[in-house]
């Protein structure tokens, strides 16, 4: 048996660098003032299409989508419908003014597997319900490049524009139509449809035939209405303010439908993604509240692609899965070894104990392929006399230390020299020497 066409398995060899990443996210938002959201990886079909919009990639091409007793469902394919399906259901907005939510779990679309995109994929994210004004954005942008560095991801590159909201965007999509209606034939066959049904997502191809039409083509920018604009040029403000470089790509519109005002991109600063580089994608989303039967509650958010990520940082797994490996020998040595084995992990410590009653170079050998810091061999021996002998298997020296003193004499070891990465410290990433630096 194998697993679905792209779907993968993590194991924990790569699961301790995902874990890495996971945590530099987690302790992002927390200091945010963000609080976890978990929704259920399974969603009505009709809040995705209703909220993604119906005329996506996503909505008409990618959704793993089935009947179940009756009722249309689907795994869901990004987080931001559910996050807001729930603000809605729970009333949340009765509760607090302002709403800050982050989430982390497998998406699933039906797209063509390749580096960097899968038909399973894990996004990290956040949403914040409530807060209308460009602050939020540019906080939200800059929290984002200081996560990308904390996790070793080189200068990360921000992209923003903005696509007004409704009376600006309703303006702008009349003005593209009118200006490719003449190009149509030139188009490709998906955007001579888009003309049609949803003419802003031809900003967005990357058909050779679509960018050449678009040469010249009036931009959204010089559509924005005065409300529209005062906020795109607060955004830049605050950016400038934070210092949080950035560029702005009037050609920027994101797959989902639901967006307006600002949208941002980040992208790896080096391309070893091929075409689909963006780390993260994220934008305003003032409409979608109301349109899932909320109040007019403004909203902003964004999702990063974990597996992306993790290709564009320099993060590093702690090199070993234990610190102690207990190697006892015989039965008695066994027991005394499981007893030893508990005190050590109440104590903090990892520590494997094998069980096997294996040979003494068998189990040195295991304990060498864990790339565990110590082995503690207790023989009967050692159990009558009350002591073990501590190998140190990095610097090939050995101690004998009486049987009481064993939990304080690695705790003490360990705290002089925490292994590279292995830092408990939540804020620690485990990014490599040299990654890049956060700017002042
Ligand atoms: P989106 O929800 O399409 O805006 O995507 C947000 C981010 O999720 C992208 O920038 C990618 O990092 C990631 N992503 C989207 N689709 C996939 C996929 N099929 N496989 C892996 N990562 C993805």
């Not at 792209?6 to 995902?18: F, H, Q, V």
């Not at 119906?54 to 089935?66: A, L, R």
């Not at 780390?279 to 003032?286: A, E, H, N, T």
């Not at 702690?318 to 610190?323: E, F």
Request: aromatic fraction near 8%; hydrophobic fraction near 40%.
């Amino acid at each position: 048996m194998r697993a679905v066409k792209g779907m993968n398995d993590i194991l924990p060899g790569e699961s301790r660098r995902w874990q890495r990443v996971e945590s530099a996210f987690r302790s992002t938002m927390e200091r945010l003032g963000y609080g976890e959201v978990r929704t259920p990886y399974v969603e009505p079909t009709g809040l995705f299409v209703r909220a993604i919009g119906e005329t996506t990639d996503v909505v008409e091409k990618e959704m793993y989508s089935f009947v179940f007793h009756d009722e249309p469902i689907t795994l869901r394919p990004e987080g931001t419908a559910g996050a807001a399906r729930a603000y809605v259901e729970h009333r949340v907005h009765n509760d607090e003014p302002v709403t800050r939510w982050f989430y982390m779990g497998a998406m699933f679309r039906g797209e063509r597997p390749a580096k960097g995109r899968y038909r399973q994929f894990y996004q990290v994210g956040a949403e914040c319900f409530g807060d209308a004004g460009p602050g939020c954005d540019a906080e939200m942008i800059d929290a984002l490049v200081m996560f990308l560095t904390d996790i070793g991801v080189a200068s990360p590159d921000v992209f923003i524009n903005s696509i007004g909201s409704g009376q600006t965007r309703a303006l702008y999509t009349e003005a593209l139509r009118k200006a490719l209606e003449p190009k149509k034939e030139a188009l490709s066959p998906d955007s001579q449809r888009r003309l049609l049904t949803n003419p802003l997502r031809i900003l967005d191809s990357k058909h050779p035939a679509d960018r050449a039409a678009l040469e010249g083509i009036p931009t959204v920018l010089d559509f924005l209405s005065d409300d529209d604009r005062a906020h795109w040029d607060n955004l830049r403000r605050h950016l400038d303010a934070l210092g949080t470089p950035y560029q702005v790509d009037p050609h920027l519109v994101r797959g989902l439908d639901y967006y307006g005002r600002t949208l941002f991109e980040i992208k790896g600063a080096y391309d070893i993604l091929g075409a689909g580089s963006t780390l993260v994608g994220g934008g305003r989303y003032d409409g979608m509240i109301r349109s899932l039967g909320g109040p007019d509650v403004p909203a902003i958010g964004f999702a990063a692609g974990l597996e992306r990520l993790l290709l564009a940082s320099t993060v590093e797994a702690p090199q070993s899965a234990v610190d102690v490996f207990i190697a006892p020998l015989g039965d008695t040595a066994t027991a005394e070894a499981l007893v030893l084995g508990r005190q050590l992990r109440r104590a903090g410590v990892r520590c494997e104990v094998d069980t096997r009653n294996a040979s003494l170079k068998a189990l040195l050998r295991r304990a060498n392929a864990l790339r565990s810091t110590w082995a503690i061999i207790l023989g009967d021996r050692e159990v009558s006399e009350q002591v073990v002998e501590i190998k140190d298997l990095g610097r090939h020296t050995q101690t004998k230390v009486a049987r009481a003193e064993v939990v304080g004499y690695i705790q003490s070891r360990l705290a002089e020299a925490p292994a590279p990465g292995d830092g408990a410290g939540g804020l620690d990433a485990g990014v490599a020497p040299g990654a890049a630096a956060e700017k002042p």
